[in-house]
């Protein structure tokens, strides 16, 4: 894998409920810590946008696919976008940005189609700041 790709991709994803996430973040800064339990979600494709226009709300989108259909994973995913909560993106170059905060966090929908059957994961929002890089504790 090369780590200098200037066009990453996204090649995994994660999501924390707010309550169950330790969150220091300070508005303005382009780092966030989170400390707790990600639930990993294998991604077979996705698309994040972010459009960032200086004095206005951040508009995001994210749309991922998950081929993992099975009735246990199925559980999960459900009780997932009842939550409000944090979305980590992992690249392919190495970088993790978060998408929501404590005070501003994600809410997702859910949806099966496809032949196979496939779920799709999505949000589109407005944010007061754009997605933030993860930084360790």
Do not use: Y
């Not at 993790?96 to 196979?116: A, I, K, N, W, Y």
């Amino acid at each position: 894998m090369n780590t200098d790709d200037k066009r990453a991709q996204i090649c995994g994803m994660g999501f924390i409920p707010v309550t169950a996430a330790v969150v220091k973040n300070v508005p303005g800064l382009e780092t966030i810590q989170v400390s707790g339990e990600w639930t990993l979600l294998t991604v077979s494709s996705g698309e994040f946008k972010e459009k960032i226009v200086s004095g206005e709300l951040t508009e995001q989108e994210l749309k991922a696919v998950v081929t993992d259909t099975g009735s246990s994973f199925s559980t999960i995913l459900r009780d997932l976008v009842r939550r409000e909560g944090l979305v980590r993106l992992k690249f392919t170059n190495g970088s993790e940005r978060v998408v929501g905060t404590d005070h501003f966090p994600v809410m997702m929908s859910l949806q099966e189609s496809g032949s196979p059957a496939a779920f799709t994961l999505s949000f589109k929002r407005n944010s007061p700041e754009p997605a933030k890089f993860l930084k360790s504790f």
